[in-house]
């Protein structure tokens, strides 16, 4: 199987549909106004290098290439993606894509145009394993095809989606952020295409002052595209979270609009004079779109970067991603003199900040050589090719753009300050010329101004008796994880571990390469236990449902169930096929052995008292004693783990780890992946808080630390339940921490 619908994903989905597409899934099945679509799995990408032998070659064009050797780093960029849309995709591969781009087609086809053979227009996204998470913004890496139709296109599409992971910006930045490129795969997503009449993004954070109290919208007329490019200076709307107002609009001139002509092509079009400096949108649809952004936010459990659009008045979403720069507490900010230094430029800030230098003008990419660091950077926009010139800019100003064009996002994530939208930069401002840029303010002024660090401490830890810990699954922003204080890991899931390992469990056994599936789970435990060293990581026993991982090597050997969600997976398939058990064990035994004592265990889909002695008898085998040299824990993600609670405690285990998504599916009886029942799905359910109240409750008597690692625990009303009930531990999304951990101080003093 090479392709996935929406349907089938969900945020848990990034190994296969990177971030992009998971964040699609995601949102399909809670009901939102998502256009269909589906993924071709990054795993097709990885067998596509792999059957064709382009893979070595790929690697070879990377090895010891100098980052900041642009022409060099940009001839090897072009021969991989030139090697890359010139192979021929496997004939299964394309056909595969090309059926299911039909069944696309057909769900908005009448009976006459089903016979008349029409396609429909569709998008085709790259959706990077590495890209939209929480902790990092691959904004603009890779490339989207708009208003592709027929099957022939969207191959061409699909294949050059593949290539843009290789674009100069994008092999710079993974390296930058040490990403290894070969673990890095990429999907592409195929979703049905929206002809906006206007289109967006919303911010649910003002991004330039960092106050989530507020909505940030920007809309332009037609596609997207130019908003996020820069090209336009789109409207501003800022809408106030609690009142629902609308608190502040500035109307912008739109002289143009990127819209999709009569042949089906994209085309840029003058916007008719008397609608230059209107409104783009109505007040109504500013609200709507606010109310959409609070659900999504509050779904996710953090602030969000969405795009959006409307065709025919009906509003779109059509993607969303974490805001990877939001931050409470600003350390230090810097501060301006007083001065009558001459104010040369205004504009909007994107970034906060103060700096002074040189300017660069560039105007092209010839000119990205000469940026070097401590320069200011002033370009009419910049695109994603300008990233490593960008890194080397103290400071950026660019003509055009919003708070949510390229340069805005970019910089805020590198922390540079930034002002877009002066509309003359480039005229007023002349080469090697030293300005201060006041990116706090939107201002720029002539000359070198002195500034100072004000006195502003980084705001305390709050203590908490309660722990607050994280969610980590990517081992390679585990640094990035540790850095927000957390008392730990409460979840490690092993899958997208296994997952980048590009086999399956099962086939390293078939194999008798258990000794490689060992090496790779220590390699990406070991990355996170070093992070947050001596404090707790616990592990999650592998629980790849049978359906979900078909694209890995081995994975076509894996049975078909009726309903794989509640059928052989986690600890009942572990004890089937003990070997994967084994190694998982082993994995962490050497890790303690090697000094990381801060691994735990725990299993998964726990049913009966007979499944933890079983497998507490496989670990002492290995020569590791559950208990006395291993905290050693179950999920509680079933009904009837709830129910045998107190035999389980007495059975002896370290800690339990509640699992909301399968409590709250198993005890409603409601399938979290069916969108048409998606609104019922409610982990404040009484139902589900009783099970948990009752599963705290044994637990203090038996002196079994209780904790939640479902994303449940991300939501305030959840943890101010869990601290009332007197849990242990909480465990966050990575984002959510400091949020959390105010919501738990709150709530113990009430308590």
């Given at each position: 199987m090479y392709v996935k619908w929406f349907k089938d994903l969900n945020k848990d989905s990034i190994a296969v549909a990177g971030g992009k597409g998971s964040n699609l899934g995601e949102m399909f099945n809670l009901g939102l106004p998502v256009p269909e679509g589906f993924a071709v799995t990054a795993q097709t990408y990885k067998e596509f290098i792999e059957v064709t032998g382009i893979k070595d070659k790929i690697q070879s064009y990377l090895k010891d290439l100098d980052m900041e050797d642009t022409s060099r780093l940009q001839q090897s960029a072009a021969a991989i993606q030139k090697l890359i849309t010139s192979t021929t995709i496997p004939e299964d591969i394309a056909d595969e894509i090309k059926d299911n781009y039909e069944l696309l087609s057909a769900d908005k086809k009448t009976a006459a145009n089903l016979l008349g053979g029409q396609e429909v227009f569709v998008a085709v996204r790259s959706s990077a394993t590495a890209e939209d998470l929480p902790s990092a913004s691959f904004a603009g890496q890779q490339a989207t095809f708009l208003n592709i139709k027929g099957k022939d296109n969207v191959i061409k599409a699909v294949r050059d989606c593949w290539a843009s992971l290789f674009t100069a910006r994008a092999i710079y930045y993974r390296t930058k952020n040490q990403f290894d490129h070969s673990k890095v795969l990429i999907s592409a997503i195929i979703q049905r295409m929206v002809n906006s009449d206007q289109s967006g993004i919303m911010f649910t954070v003002n991004p330039a002052t960092n106050d989530d109290s507020q909505t940030v919208i920007e809309a332009i007329y037609g596609l997207g595209e130019m908003i996020v490019g820069g090209q336009i200076s789109p409207d501003l709307y800022i809408v106030d979270k609690k009142t629902k107002d609308i608190i502040h609009v500035e109307i912008k001139k739109k002289e143009r609009g990127l819209f999709r002509n009569e042949a089906g092509r994209n085309e840029e079009q003058d916007i008719p004079r008397e609608m230059q400096e209107r409104q783009v949108v109505p007040d109504s649809d500013i609200k709507e779109l606010a109310r959409l952004g609070k659900k999504i936010e509050e779904h996710y459990g953090r602030p969000q970067d969405i795009e959006w659009a409307v065709e025919k008045g009906r509003i779109y979403i059509v993607q969303t991603r974490a805001v990877t720069t939001f931050n409470k507490n600003h350390e230090k900010e810097k501060e301006l003199q007083e001065t009558d230094a001459k104010i040369v430029l205004r504009g909007e800030t994107a970034c906060r900040g103060i700096i002074s230098g040189p300017v660069r003008i560039v105007l092209s990419m010839d000119d990205l050589s000469k940026v070097q660091k401590g320069d200011i950077l002033v370009a009419t926009m910049t695109t994603p090719d300008y990233v490593p010139a960008m890194q080397r800019a103290a400071a950026i100003v660019t003509d055009e753009g919003g708070m949510t064009a390229h340069a805005a996002i970019v910089s805020r994530e590198m922390g540079t300050p930034c002002i877009v939208g002066t509309e003359h930069a480039t005229k007023v401002l002349k080469d090697g010329q030293v300005i201060t840029v006041y990116a706090t303010k939107g201002i720029v002024y002539e000359g070198k101004v002195a500034f100072q660090e004000e006195k502003k401490e980084k705001a305390e830890k709050v203590e908490t008796q309660t722990e607050v810990k994280v969610i980590m699954d990517l081992p390679d922003f585990a640094e990035r994880a540790a850095s927000t204080g957390a008392d730990g890991v409460g979840l490690v899931r092993l899958e997208i571990i296994i997952a980048n390992g590009g086999i399956h469990p099962a086939e390293y056994i078939r194999q008798d390469k258990a000794h490689e599936y060992i090496a790779l789970l220590k390699e990406g435990i070991g990355k996170i236990a070093k992070a947050f060293f001596p404090k707790?990581?616990?592990?999650?026993?592998?629980?790849?449902?049978?359906?979900?991982?078909?694209?890995?090597?081995?994975?076509?050997?894996?049975?078909?169930?009726?309903?794989?969600?509640?059928?052989?997976?986690?600890?009942?398939?572990?004890?089937?096929?003990?070997?994967?058990?084994?190694?998982?064990?082993?994995?962490?035994?050497?890790?303690?052995?090697?000094?990381?004592?801060?691994?735990?265990?725990?299993?998964?889909?726990?049913?009966?008292?007979?499944?933890?002695?079983?497998?507490?008898?496989?670990?002492?085998?290995?020569?590791?004693?559950?208990?006395?040299d291993i905290e050693f824990g179950i999920m509680v993600e079933t009904p009837a783990s709830c129910w045998i609670i107190e035999d389980l405690c007495k059975e002896g285990i370290s800690f339990v780890s509640f699992g909301t998504n399968d409590l709250t599916q198993l005890t409603l009886g409601i399938d979290r992946n069916n969108s048409r029942i998606a609104p019922l799905f409610d982990e404040m359910h009484p139902a589900v808080l009783g099970e948990i109240a009752k599963v705290i409750s044994v637990c203090r008597k038996y002196n079994v630390t209780t904790s939640i690692c479902g994303q449940a625990g991300s939501r305030p009303e959840m943890a101010r339940f869990l601290v009332q009930q007197g849990v242990d531990s909480i465990s966050a999304n990575v984002d959510a921490v400091d949020e959390i951990r105010q919501v738990v101080a709150k709530a113990e003093k009430k308590r």
């Open positions: 707790p990581v616990w592990v999650r026993c592998s629980d790849m449902r049978s359906d979900e991982y078909r694209n890995l090597k081995g994975g076509d050997k894996e049975p078909h169930e009726t309903d794989p969600m509640i059928g052989w997976h986690a600890i009942r398939r572990l004890l089937d096929e003990p070997e994967i058990l084994k190694a998982e064990f082993q994995a962490m035994k050497e890790l303690h052995d090697e000094g990381l004592t801060n691994v735990g265990v725990m299993l998964p889909f726990i049913i009966r008292v007979e499944e933890v002695q079983k497998a507490k008898k496989i670990m002492e085998e290995l020569g590791l004693k559950p208990l006395k």
